[in-house]
C-alpha cells in the first residue's frame, strides 16, 4: 500500500513537472513589430549613446528589419511543410534575399552613425553572432545525447 501510494506521488510529480517546462515557452508572448522596434532602439540607445534624429531613423530601420525577418520565418515553415526538403533554387533565393537585407541594413547603419558608433555597433554584432552560434551548438549537443 505504501509503496503504490509513493510511486503515485512520484508519478504525479513528474506529470507536472513536464507540464510546467512546456508552458515556460514564449508561444504566447508575441510583440508587434512596433514594439519590438522600440525595444531594440532602446538598447542600442543606451550602448551607442544615440541622439534623437538617430533614433527616429534606426526606429524606420529596425521596423523594417522585423518585418522582414518576419516574412522569412514564415516563408521557411511553409516550404517546410509543402515539401520535406526545400529545393536549390528556394534555399538560394532565401540566403540571396538574407543576404541583401544585411548588406541593406549595414550600409544604412553606416551612413547614420558616427564611425566610433558604426565600430561599437559591428562588434556587438560580431559578439550577438558569436553567442548565437554557441547557443546553437550547445542546443544541438543537447539532442544528440537524449536519443
Known sequence: MKNSICI??????????????????RKGLEMSTAQQATLKVKQMTLALDLNATQQKEIMALMITKIDAVKKMKTARKEIRKSEKKPSADAIFTMKNNYLD???????????????????????????????AVKKMKHQKGKRGSRK
Open 101 to 131: 537585407a544585411q548588406i541593406m541594413i549595414k550600409n544604412k547603419m553606416k551612413q547614420i552613425l558616427t564611425a566610433a558608433q558604426f565600430q561599437k555597433f559591428e562588434k556587438m554584432a560580431k559578439t550577438k553572432k558569436r553567442m
Open 8 to 25: 503515485l506521488i512520484l508519478v504525479f510529480a513528474t506529470i507536472f513537472s513536464t507540464q510546467a517546462q512546456k508552458k515556460r515557452g
